[in-house]
Protein backbone atom coordinates (compact mmCIF):
# COMPACT_ATOMS: atom_id res chain seq x y z
CA UNK A 1 0.00 0.00 0.00
CA UNK A 2 2.92 2.65 0.83
CA UNK A 3 4.75 1.56 -2.08
CA UNK A 4 1.62 2.28 -4.17
CA UNK A 5 1.63 5.84 -2.42
CA UNK A 6 4.69 6.53 -3.08
CA UNK A 7 5.07 5.56 -6.55
CA UNK A 8 1.94 7.93 -7.05
CA UNK A 9 3.22 11.12 -5.24
CA UNK A 10 6.86 10.26 -7.03
CA UNK A 11 5.29 10.44 -10.83
CA UNK A 12 2.66 13.32 -9.79
CA UNK A 13 5.94 15.41 -8.57
CA UNK A 14 7.94 14.36 -12.02
CA UNK A 15 5.42 15.24 -14.18
CA UNK A 16 5.42 18.63 -12.57
CA UNK A 17 8.64 18.62 -12.57
CA UNK A 18 8.76 18.08 -16.65
CA UNK A 19 5.91 20.35 -17.30
CA UNK A 20 7.22 24.18 -18.68
CA UNK A 21 4.68 26.96 -18.46
CA UNK A 22 3.38 28.68 -21.09
CA UNK A 23 2.40 32.70 -20.79
CA UNK A 24 -0.36 33.97 -23.04
CA UNK A 25 -1.24 37.62 -22.89
CA UNK A 26 -3.44 39.63 -25.26
CA UNK A 27 -5.38 42.58 -24.66
CA UNK A 28 -8.50 42.08 -26.36
CA UNK A 29 -9.23 45.85 -27.42
CA UNK A 30 -6.14 46.57 -28.93
CA UNK A 31 -6.18 43.04 -30.94
CA UNK A 32 -9.66 44.02 -32.21
CA UNK A 33 -8.32 47.50 -33.64
CA UNK A 34 -5.52 45.63 -36.01
CA UNK A 35 -6.37 46.91 -39.55
CA UNK A 36 -6.69 44.17 -42.15
CA UNK A 37 -4.27 45.71 -44.12
CA UNK A 38 -1.55 46.35 -41.64
CA UNK A 39 2.20 45.54 -42.39
CA UNK A 40 3.26 43.34 -40.07
CA UNK A 41 7.06 43.70 -38.98
CA UNK A 42 8.57 40.80 -37.53
CA UNK A 43 12.15 41.62 -36.01
CA UNK A 44 15.00 39.05 -36.11
CA UNK A 45 14.63 36.59 -33.49
CA UNK A 46 16.98 36.62 -30.77
CA UNK A 47 19.00 33.77 -29.04
CA UNK A 48 21.37 31.40 -29.80
CA UNK A 49 22.96 32.20 -33.14
CA UNK A 50 22.45 28.41 -34.81
CA UNK A 51 19.03 29.30 -34.23
CA UNK A 52 17.60 32.19 -34.68
CA UNK A 53 17.88 32.75 -38.78
CA UNK A 54 15.95 29.48 -38.61
CA UNK A 55 13.33 30.37 -36.13
CA UNK A 56 13.02 33.84 -38.12
CA UNK A 57 12.11 32.31 -41.35
CA UNK A 58 9.93 29.70 -40.06
CA UNK A 59 7.78 32.16 -37.92
CA UNK A 60 7.31 34.38 -40.73
CA UNK A 61 6.27 31.28 -42.91
CA UNK A 62 4.05 30.25 -40.31
CA UNK A 63 2.40 33.73 -39.68
CA UNK A 64 2.12 34.54 -43.54
CA UNK A 65 0.26 31.19 -43.85
CA UNK A 66 -2.14 32.18 -41.31
CA UNK A 67 -2.98 36.00 -41.95
CA UNK A 68 -3.64 37.93 -44.71
CA UNK A 69 -1.89 40.83 -43.84
CA UNK A 70 1.36 41.76 -45.22
CA UNK A 71 4.82 40.00 -43.37
CA UNK A 72 8.19 42.43 -43.52
CA UNK A 73 10.95 40.48 -41.81
CA UNK A 74 13.76 42.10 -40.23
CA UNK A 75 17.72 41.65 -39.89
CA UNK A 76 19.14 41.39 -36.63
CA UNK A 77 19.50 44.38 -34.50
CA UNK A 78 21.45 43.40 -31.35
CA UNK A 79 23.51 46.31 -29.69
CA UNK A 80 26.31 44.29 -28.69
CA UNK A 81 27.54 41.87 -31.45
CA UNK A 82 28.63 38.72 -28.68
CA UNK A 83 25.52 39.32 -27.38
CA UNK A 84 23.53 36.72 -29.29
CA UNK A 85 26.42 34.04 -28.87
CA UNK A 86 25.58 34.55 -24.84
CA UNK A 87 22.31 33.93 -25.41
CA UNK A 88 21.65 37.70 -25.28
CA UNK A 89 18.21 39.20 -24.69
CA UNK A 90 15.98 41.09 -27.30
CA UNK A 91 17.24 44.02 -28.97
CA UNK A 92 15.77 47.34 -27.34
CA UNK A 93 12.21 48.02 -28.71
CA UNK A 94 12.98 51.89 -29.75
CA UNK A 95 15.29 50.54 -32.02
CA UNK A 96 12.82 48.18 -33.23
CA UNK A 97 10.34 50.72 -33.65
CA UNK A 98 12.39 52.58 -35.50
CA UNK A 99 12.75 49.70 -38.23
CA UNK A 100 9.48 48.78 -37.84
CA UNK A 101 8.66 52.60 -39.24
CA UNK A 102 10.91 52.67 -41.73
CA UNK A 103 9.20 49.89 -43.30
CA UNK A 104 6.24 51.12 -42.73
CA UNK A 105 4.55 49.19 -40.83
CA UNK A 106 1.89 49.13 -38.12
CA UNK A 107 2.50 45.82 -35.95
CA UNK A 108 5.93 45.08 -34.70
CA UNK A 109 6.59 41.68 -33.45
CA UNK A 110 9.92 40.82 -31.38
CA UNK A 111 11.14 37.34 -30.41
CA UNK A 112 13.11 35.70 -28.63
CA UNK A 113 14.20 31.60 -28.93
CA UNK A 114 16.23 29.39 -26.28
CA UNK A 115 16.72 25.60 -25.67
CA UNK A 116 19.25 23.39 -24.42
CA UNK A 117 19.48 19.54 -23.35
CA UNK A 118 19.21 18.39 -19.85
CA UNK A 119 19.85 14.48 -18.99
CA UNK A 120 18.68 13.49 -22.39
CA UNK A 121 15.76 15.92 -22.02
CA UNK A 122 15.23 18.40 -24.84
CA UNK A 123 13.96 21.67 -24.72
CA UNK A 124 12.95 24.70 -26.51
CA UNK A 125 11.10 27.73 -26.13
CA UNK A 126 9.85 30.57 -27.85
CA UNK A 127 8.66 34.34 -26.65
CA UNK A 128 7.04 36.84 -28.67
CA UNK A 129 5.76 39.93 -28.01
CA UNK A 130 3.30 42.21 -30.48
CA UNK A 131 3.16 45.77 -30.64
CA UNK A 132 1.30 48.78 -32.68
CA UNK A 133 4.12 50.93 -33.23
CA UNK A 134 1.66 53.70 -33.95
CA UNK A 135 1.06 53.92 -30.38
CA UNK A 136 3.74 51.95 -28.67
CA UNK A 137 1.78 49.67 -26.79
CA UNK A 138 1.74 46.12 -26.16
CA UNK A 139 -0.77 44.20 -27.96
CA UNK A 140 -0.09 40.88 -26.87
CA UNK A 141 3.16 38.51 -25.58
CA UNK A 142 3.32 34.97 -25.28
CA UNK A 143 5.59 32.29 -24.18
CA UNK A 144 5.74 28.94 -25.10
CA UNK A 145 7.81 25.43 -24.29
CA UNK A 146 7.96 22.94 -27.31
CA UNK A 147 4.99 21.36 -25.90
CA UNK A 148 4.07 17.23 -26.14
CA UNK A 149 5.71 17.78 -29.42
CA UNK A 150 8.54 14.84 -30.14
CA UNK A 151 11.90 16.24 -31.13
CA UNK A 152 15.65 14.93 -31.89
CA UNK A 153 17.60 17.45 -31.45
CA UNK A 154 17.48 20.87 -29.39
CA UNK A 155 16.48 22.60 -32.93
CA UNK A 156 12.92 20.28 -33.64
CA UNK A 157 12.33 21.67 -30.01
CA UNK A 158 13.05 25.17 -30.80
CA UNK A 159 10.84 25.07 -34.34
CA UNK A 160 8.57 23.13 -32.21
CA UNK A 161 8.33 25.89 -29.67
CA UNK A 162 8.07 28.56 -32.72
CA UNK A 163 5.40 27.39 -34.26
CA UNK A 164 3.04 27.27 -31.03
CA UNK A 165 3.82 31.10 -30.52
CA UNK A 166 2.78 31.86 -34.52
CA UNK A 167 -0.43 29.70 -33.97
CA UNK A 168 -0.74 32.28 -31.17
CA UNK A 169 0.25 35.42 -32.98
CA UNK A 170 -1.84 34.65 -35.83
CA UNK A 171 -4.36 34.39 -33.14
CA UNK A 172 -4.12 38.43 -32.53
CA UNK A 173 -5.45 39.36 -36.35
Known sequence: ??????????????????????????DPAASQSIAPDSVVYVARFEGPPEYVDAATDFFVAELEGRIANSVVAGTARSQEPMDGYNGGSIAPEPLLMQDAKANGADILIMGKVAGHSTTGRLYGFSTVHVFDVGSGKQIAN??????????FNVHQAIMAAVERTAEDT???F
Open 142 to 151: FHRSKGNAAA
Open 1 to 26: MINTRVWFFSMVLLLQACSSSSVVNV
Open 170 to 172: ASV
